[in-house]
């Protein structure tokens, strides 16, 4: 990897609406590409390369910062570089696909520009294929690890890749069920997740030497389990987020606990947290130790088992306190580190650390347009839903306002098996601009708070899931924050099937609604889903409904099925590349809409899949957007 602390995890108006003081910015000001993003140092520091723009589309950029002499390494004026990866202390990876249709492939540059290849070509069409990078074998300069569904759809085999010229060698090939493969500190593969009928999810182990995997844990979807976070460098200790304790019984929040992987048990509780699960262990290259764990409360949080790692950041917290301070990249002896500094008025700001110095200095803005004082804080918020579950969520009043009487834009995350977290978000940052009040809700289902509220959404669609929205909007026009004749509920992929939801099934509430690349129906979800995602699909079936079995509540809950309950305007954008929800999503509403003469708008882009991403496409929907809410709200 090209960090040397190595990160594991398991497993994209108008009008002044109370809005007196604050100026309207153009929405450039929001949308234009950052002038960088994801800065990494090189393994031996001497170099850093980040995404910058060429013509509006996304490049790398190199800087010496030996010399402060800057180049472009790519010149993509079609596409746009997704991410990348320091090969080695030369070469630079990244990654493409075909207009956002998700099947990546990998090219090659050096540091200087040159021997650009083509490593692995990305897939054309709807077929969802990828070649991703597994492990950047620190000890291996010339060659990656990497996994790759070209033979099987929907579980992938691993090869060993030449940074050069992109040969490989398939050195696993997979049994027909491991949808992830994860290597050890010395880039060995020595972990798998796969599926077995039941559906079970299962934790195969592979020990040093040996050719048979073996199975640690297996588990249903309703029973408790864990899942690999990181390995100790001797091999001995596999760190798991466990939702099991040390006496085998179940346990809501996942906790990193530490498994002897000789004696094949669990042995130490290391962290938990009484209302969240934990997330990614953090390994030290140079001490082997475990240094940290990540963990996700209302904002981002790191518990620290390294005293000196502990020392640092409390020492860049004191040195810039108004922001959130993560460490992104280090070289790979970890004495130079960039620093990325934020919060939800200020986009990231980058500084490079040098431990040795004990120096710490800004490099670049990432959005340096951008003046926080104009911008709108996103707050915590809580309430209580009708059964009694308490629901989290984020609350973004307009700048200078009063807080009272707005119109409210509710905005659930997509996922939906995901949640909405604290920051920056330009989207945001314009709706608040333009006088809306943003409602951003952690409805049931959402990860991160433990198994019971996870599993409180299965086959919850339109139901206790759509409840917990409707919530929200009632709390907010109880505390006098949302005007009740102006709310507008807008989300993506699975918050556009919250919108559609919401407009039929609670149409009183609404006075519009934004769908983008947004569900539409549940068993044509399911008809689309890629090949490559039949691994997930017994746990989809779990969560959501079977298509067969539980047909009857899927129909139900599909909005296509019920759009003569619509009673307001609807805006609508999709993709033809989306490898997500299929076109036909919109297609087959726009004939429902059609036929019920409902009002609506229909934005499709042909060089775009799950959410626009080229800056004209981007540009686009948010002028549509700006001017359909100035209508509606």
Not at 125 to 141: E, H, I, M, S, W
Not at 389 to 397: D, E, R, S, V
Not at 489 to 506: C, E, H, K, N, Q
């Amino acid at each position: 990897m090209s960090s040397s602390i190595k990160w594991m995890g398991c497993a994209v108006l108008l009008g002044v609406m109370n809005l007196a003081a604050a100026e309207s910015l153009p929405l450039e000001h929001f949308f234009k590409p950052a002038r960088y993003s994801n800065v990494q140092l090189s393994p031996d520091g001497t170099h850093l390369a980040a995404i910058a723009p060429v013509e509006d589309h996304r490049n790398i950029a190199v800087i010496n910062l030996e010399t402060a002499e800057s180049r472009f390494v790519t010149r993509i004026t079609d596409k746009e570089v997704n991410g990348f990866a320091w090969a080695n202390n030369d070469r630079i990876l990244f990654f493409m696909d075909d207009d956002g249709n998700e099947s990546f492939g990998i090219f090659a540059v050096d540091k200087d520009g040159s021997d650009g290849r083509v490593l692995a070509e990305p897939v054309i069409g709807r077929a969802f294929r990828y070649t991703q990078v597994l492990d950047l074998l620190d000890d291996d300069p010339d060659s990656i690890l990497v996994s790759s569904n070209e033979r099987l759809a929907p579980y992938p085999d691993v090869y060993k890749m030449s940074v050069r010229n992109g040969r490989k060698n398939r050195i696993i090939t997979n049994p027909g069920n491991v949808s992830g493969w994860i290597t050890d500190q010395h880039g060995e593969v020595r972990l798998a997740v796969g599926q077995e009928k039941g559906p079970r999810t299962s934790v195969y182990y592979l020990p040093p030497g040996a050719e048979e995997w073996e199975t640690l844990i297996s588990f249903q979807f309703d029973e408790p389990g864990f899942f690999p976070a990181n390995i100790s460098h001797d091999g001995k200790t596999l760190y798991v987020n466990s939702y099991l304790g040390l006496d085998g019984n179940p346990r809501d929040k996942a906790g990193l606990y530490s498994y002897d992987l000789e004696q094949r048990k669990l042995t130490e509780l290391l962290f938990e947290h009484p209302d969240v699960d934990v997330g990614q262990a953090v390994i030290s290259d140079v001490t082997e130790q475990l240094a940290a764990v990540t963990y996700y409360t209302d904002k981002p949080q790191i518990h620290y088992f390294d005293p000196q790692w502990d020392g640092i950041q409390q020492g860049i917290n004191q040195a810039l306190p108004e922001t959130i301070n993560t460490f992104t990249s280090m070289t790979r002896d970890e004495t130079k580190m960039i620093v990325v500094a934020w919060n939800s008025m200020q986009p990231p700001t980058y500084y490079i650390f040098d431990r040795n110095k004990g120096n710490l200095e800004e490099l670049a803005a990432s959005r340096p347009w951008v003046d926080a004082s104009q911008m709108a804080e996103m707050r915590p918020i809580q309430f209580t839903a009708r059964d009694g579950l308490k629901i989290n969520g984020y609350l973004t009043l307009p700048a200078d306002s009063e807080g009272k009487g707005l119109p409210l834009i509710l905005n659930p995350h997509g996922g939906p098996w995901a949640r909405d977290e604290y920051g920056y978000s330009s989207e945001t940052q314009f709706l608040a601009n333009r006088g809306y009040a943003v409602l951003k809700v952690n409805f049931r289902g959402s990860t991160g708070y433990g198994s019971e509220f996870l599993d409180a959404g299965n086959k919850q669609w339109g139901l206790a899931m759509q409840d917990d929205l409707t919530d929200a909007v009632e709390w907010a026009i109880r505390e006098g924050i949302a005007d009740p004749e102006r709310i507008c509920i807008y989300g993506a992929s699975y918050g556009g099937y919250a919108t559609m939801a919401g407009l039929t099934y609670t149409p009183e509430l609404y006075q519009c609604g934004i769908n983008y690349v947004g569900v539409t129906s549940i068993p044509l979800l399911f008809k689309t889903l890629p090949k490559a995602w039949d691994a997930i699909r017994p746990q989809m079936e779990w969560r959501v409904g079977d298509p067969k079995a539980d047909k009857a509540l899927l129909e139900d809950r599909s909005p296509l099925n019920h759009v003569d309950k619509i009673q307001v305007p609807l805006l609508m954008a999709y993709g033809t590349k989306d490898a997500r929800v299929d076109l036909s999503h919109a297609t087959q509403a726009e004939r429902q809409l059609k036929r019920h003469e409902k009002d609506y708008q229909l934005m499709i882009k042909k060089d775009e899949g799950h959410g626009f991403r080229k800056y004209e496409n981007v540009m686009d929907y948010y002028k549509m957007m700006e001017e359909f809410l100035a209508n509606h709200l």
